[in-house]
């Protein structure tokens, strides 16, 4: 087929060849960017991981110094009160 259009074999193998690689490079590359798009995600999800994990740290804090002020409140609110009936 190749002599057919005035090729010799000889160009029209390393013309193949040269395809063959193109194709084994491209699949390849297609190869790499998967495995940085699934890097990206994985690191996404690690950020996202570390992000919700800080936000529930700073709720529990939150929480923990609300409940130490109301515990304050009402401790000094009933010692007010104590003190008030005695004099």
Same mark, same amino acid.
């Given at each position: 087929?190749?002599?057919?259009? /005035? ?6 193998? @390393? ?6 690689? #193109?194709?084994?490079? #491209?699949? %390849? ?11 990206? %995600?994985? @690191? ?7 992000? %919700? ?6 709720? #529990? ?5 609300? /409940?130490? /002020? ?11 009160? %104590? ?5």
């Amino acid at each position: 087929r190749a002599k057919e259009y /005035g090729y010799s074999s000889k160009i029209f193998e @390393e013309r193949f060849k040269n395809v063959s690689d #193109l194709q084994t490079s #491209l699949k %390849k590359l297609i190869s790499v960017q998967k495995a940085q798009v699934i890097k990206d %995600k994985k @690191e996404k999800l690690e950020k996202q991981k570390i992000y %919700k994990a800080e936000s529930e740290r700073k709720k #529990l804090m939150y929480l923990i110094f609300v /409940g130490i /002020g109301v515990v304050v409140f009402s401790l000094v609110f009933i010692i007010y009160r %104590k003190y008030k009936h005695i004099r």
